[in-house]
C-alpha cells in the first residue's frame, strides 16, 4: 500500500510526536488521525477518528478511504 500512495509517509506514535506545529492538529482534530504536510510548510488532517473508525482495522479499507480523500482534495 505505501508504494501505491505516491507521497512519502511517516507513521508515528503519539509519545514519538516531537513537532509543536503537529502536536498542536493533534490536539485540535484528536486521535487517531492522518495528517497531511501542505506545500506552504502547515499540517492538515486527511482523515479524522471518525472516519478510520469505519476502517476498522482493515489495511484495505484504509487505502480505500485515503484514496477516496485525495482524490476528492484535489477536484
Do not use: K, Y
Request: negative net charge; proline residues 3%; without cysteine.
Amino acid at each position: 500500500m505505501i508504494d501505491r500512495l505516491g507521497v512519502p509517509f511517516l507513521l508515528l506514535h503519539r509519545n514519538e510526536v516531537t513537532d509543536a506545529a503537529v502536536r498542536e492538529q493533534v490536539a485540535e482534530s484528536g486521535l487517531p488521525v492522518v495528517l497531511a504536510l501542505d506545500a506552504d510548510g502547515s499540517w492538515r488532517t486527511v482523515l479524522g477518528r471518525e472516519v478510520l473508525r469505519r476502517a476498522d482495522g482493515s489495511v484495505a479499507e484504509f487505502e480505500r478511504l485515503l484514496a477516496a480523500q485525495a482524490v476528492s482534495s484535489s477536484g
